[in-house]
């Protein structure tokens, strides 16, 4: 099993920026990729970013060059991931999951809520 903790949400003024973080413990030693989706009410849940073990990343168009996932690190059992949101804009308002793939099985993280407004 994998758990993940999520932090960083909040409330944030169109231009600004956030970061998330997500922590992934229990039998991390195996997942393969780490990101987040996001969600706004009345759409379907989107890939934002992914990071994978080898090092490459993914990214949803919309975010590109403004969002930036950070590799997953390792510290004994913990994997870690962030991600840094820049030049938010109101379409980025959403519940944010982080996720963790370990084998064929999606780990999913509470949730975040990401509010862009002035």
């Known amino acids: 099993q994998v758990q993940l903790e999520e932090s960083g949400g909040g409330l944030v003024q169109p231009g600004g920026s956030l970061r998330l973080s997500c922590v992934a413990t229990?039998?991390?030693?195996?997942?393969?990729?780490m990101g987040w989706y996001r969600q706004a009410p009345g759409k379907e849940r989107e890939l934002v970013a992914a990071g994978y073990s080898d090092g490459s990343t993914n990214y949803a168009d919309s975010v590109k060059g403004r969002f930036t996932i950070s590799p997953i690190s390792i510290d004994s059992a913990k994997k870690t991931v962030f991600l840094q949101m820049n030049s938010l804009t109101y379409e980025d308002t959403a519940v944010y999951y982080c996720?963790?793939?370990?084998?064929?099985?999606?780990?999913w993280g509470q949730g975040t809520q990401v509010t862009v407004s002035s």
């Open positions: 996720y963790a793939d370990r084998g064929r099985r999606k780990y």
């Open positions: 229990g039998s991390t030693a195996t997942i393969s990729a």
